[in-house]
Structure formats: C-alpha cells, structure tokens
C-alpha cells in the first residue's frame, strides 16, 4: 500500500495545481461580480439625479456597454472554471504514467455559448439591460 501511495505523487501534486487554478478562477469571478452593481448602481443614480441634462441619455449607454462588458466577463470565467474541472476529471481518469502536467484545459461542448445562457446570468444581466432599456425608450 505504501508503495501505491507514492506512485500517485505526481497525480496527487498536478490534481492540488489545477484545484488551486479552479480556486483562483472563482475567486476572481466572485470578486468581479460586485463591480458591475457598484458601478451601474452608481451611473443608473447619477442619470435620475440629471435627467434633464443633455448628456445623462450617455450615461444609460455607457450602463448598456458595463452591463453587456460584465455579461460577457461572467460567462468567460464559468467556461474557464467548467474547462478546468473538466481538465481536473480527465486526470483524476489517468493512469500515473500518463500524467504530463498539462494545464491546458480541454474545450468543453458548448463552451462559452453555453456559459453565456445560463439562468442566473439572464436573471441577472438580462433583466438590468431591459430596466437600461427601458429607461433609455422612455426618456
């Protein structure tokens, strides 16, 4: 037993590489996901405090830029998160003397496309477009 255990090293050692990756990877999408209500929230208030002014209609175009900007940002990290627990679960499948390090993630059926239609970012983002919409319509 003992010899098994230390012939998984380098598995054990390449599958703690990509779960830090995977760590560092929703970490990042997490820290990122604030930015957007900070920022919309703050251009969406500045454009009800200005209504009048000339280039408040340029604000709620910029808050439509952000918010497509972040959609998009959201929809890349899940596909790199899902890409890497796919890479994660390829070599968890590996013998010990087809592990090669490699930290290139496989593609993923669907890929980003697919990330970018998930239900809570149309619960999200989708919703924020249609009230930036709607406030640019209506003006």
């Known amino acids: 037993m003992i010899k098994n255990s230390t012939n998984n090293t380098n598995k054990r ?3 703690q590489i ?3 990756t995977i760590s560092k990877i929703v970490s990042n999408s997490f ?4 930015w957007p209500l900070t920022l919309l929230g703050g251009l969406i208030a500045l454009y009800l405090a200005n ?4 280039w408040s209609y340029d604000l709620l175009l910029i808050c439509f830029c952000v918010c497509i900007f972040f959609w998009l940002n959201d929809a890349y990290y899940l596909n790199l998160e899902r890409r890497f627990r796919k890479l994660h679960a390829n070599v968890v499948s590996q013998s010990e003397r087809e592990i090669n390090f490699s930290m290139t993630p496989p593609c993923i059926k669907g890929g980003f496309r697919c990330a970018l239609v998930q ?3 149309l ?3 989708v919703v924020i477009l249609i009230i930036i919409l709607l ?3 209506l003006k």
Do not use: Q
Not at 31 to 34: A, F, Q, T, Y
Not at 51 to 54: A, D, E
């Open 13 to 15: 050692f390449h599958l």
């Open 18 to 20: 990509i779960e830090s």
């Open 31 to 34: 820290l990122i996901k604030g």
């Open 51 to 54: 209504k009048s002014k000339t």
């Open 119 to 121: 239900p809570i970012f």
């Open 123 to 125: 619960l999200s983002h």
């Open 135 to 137: 406030l640019l319509f």
